[in-house]
């Protein structure tokens, strides 16, 4: 279950707080992606700060898109009783998690849509502009 608002760890369990944000993108990041706790997707309904019961011990946390390539992954150590946050931040150049303290805990960030389709039209450009122009002129 996943709850808009502050909840207390049941004994023996922990919470994980997930903040996710829009991102810069035409459609937002929440309404495509998926959050993944240990392979298992968790419905997260849009952007903002959803609380979810998670068991103690260690997780991997990862964000996928539709296709279920990740586009930003992390670990946590749950430990019983306690609440931990997770800040997933999509950003115009790259995409990275931060934990509670603000602290970039990020093991693997995706460079951003725009960045991908920067750099694609800059490779595109050189080949048909400085690549193919001496053949064109021949």
């Known amino acids: 279950m996943v709850y808009p608002h502050p909840i207390q760890p049941p004994p023996g369990y922990s919470v994980l707080a997930v903040t996710v944000n829009r991102g810069p993108y035409i459609v937002p990041v929440p309404a495509t992606g998926k959050l993944k706790i240990d392979g298992q997707t968790v419905p997260i309904p849009g952007e903002g700060t959803w ?6 011990g260690p997780h991997d946390v990862r ?3 539709f296709m279920g390539v990740p586009l930003v992954t992390t670990a946590l150590a749950a430990h019983p009783g306690a609440a931990h946050h997770l800040s997933f931040r999509f950003g115009a150049w790259r995409n ?7 602290t970039d805990v990020t093991k ?10 920067l750099l694609v039209f800059a490779v595109v450009g050189v080949v048909c502009c400085g690549l193919l122009a001496p053949l064109a002129t021949s």
């Open 96 to 102: 990275r998690v931060h934990d509670g303290h603000g």
């Open 51 to 56: 609380h979810m019961v998670i068991a103690p």
């Open 108 to 117: 693997f960030g995706l460079w951003s849509n725009y960045t991908i389709l």
């Open 63 to 65: 964000y996928t898109d």
